[in-house]
T-cell receptor
Framework: GQNIDQPTEMTATEGAIVQINCTYQTSGFNGLFWYQQHAGEAPTFLSYNVLDGLEEKGRFSSFLSRSKGYSYLLLKELQMKDSASYLCAAMDSNYQLIWGAGTKLIIKP | DSGVTQTPKHLITATGQRVTLRCSPRSGDLSVYWYQQSLDQGLQFLIQYYNGEERAKGNILERFSAQQFPDLHSELNLSSLELGDSALYFC???????????????FGPGTRLLVL
């Protein structure tokens, strides 16, 4: 079957760095998306990776290893506003998104 | 602001009732997706429409149905409502929903449904 695994919750300190991992098993693979979702709000697009390697976008970076079925989202210089859920979603061979349950990130001062 | 609009923002109703949720996609987007998110749960994909036609179906109950109109707005109909249907319902849109290439989905603000 198709499956996405990511930690349920993580805690980090303001100003620090945190890495949120995601492993996936899908029928075929057409890329990996990361979304941010603040409580009660809409998910917003953060990044898309389809090739192996690291993509950097300001304080946020996303990494993909296709051979390992693994991705991570790296958040640097954490700010209180980064407290949110981070959703990992893999696109299968039919270009359908398979969503993880999300990682709730708690930032402490 | 993603450009996707949803109405109403909040809806309170009783068990057994029927409601309609409305979504307008971003200007130019042809594909609409509906998702359900229960409290502290992940996104559950319900259904996708592309240019008026059903494109893909997820875990959508038989009590739920959707359609996309010629002006590309979409409606999700929920009937015989149960307490467990209380959730956030999101609509998302993408450029084409082309099954041959990956596309980013842009989400609306959601409709919060409470069934009492």
């Amino acid at each position: 079957g198709q499956n996405i695994d990511q930690p349920t919750e993580m805690t980090a300190t303001e100003g620090a760095i945190v890495q949120i991992n995601c492993t996936y098993q899908t029928s075929g693979f057409n890329g990996l998306f990361w979304y941010q979702q603040h409580a009660g709000e809409a998910p917003t697009f953060l990044s898309y990776n389809v090739l192996d390697g690291l993509e950097e976008k300001g304080r946020f970076s996303s990494f993909l290893s296709r051979s390992k079925g693994y991705s991570y989202l790296l958040l640097k210089e954490l700010q209180m506003k980064d407290s949110a859920s981070y959703l990992c979603a893999a696109m299968d061979s039919n270009y359908q998104l398979i969503w993880g349950a999300g990682t709730k990130l708690i930032i402490k001062p | 602001d993603s450009g996707v609009t949803q109405t109403p923002k909040h809806l309170i109703t009783a068990t057994g009732q029927r409601v309609t949720l409305r979504c307008s996609p971003r200007s130019g987007d042809l594909s609409v997706y509906w998702y359900q998110q229960s409290l502290d749960q992940g996104l559950q994909f319900l259904i996708q429409y592309y240019n008026g036609e059903e494109r893909a179906k997820g875990n959508i109950l038989e009590r739920f149905s959707a359609q996309q109109f010629p002006d590309l707005h979409s409606e999700l109909n929920l009937s015989s409502l149960e307490l467990g249907d209380s959730a956030l319902y999101f609509c998302a849109s993408s450029e084409t929903g082309d099954l041959r290439k990956p596309e980013t989905q842009y989400f609306g603000p959601g409709t919060r449904l409470l069934v009492l």
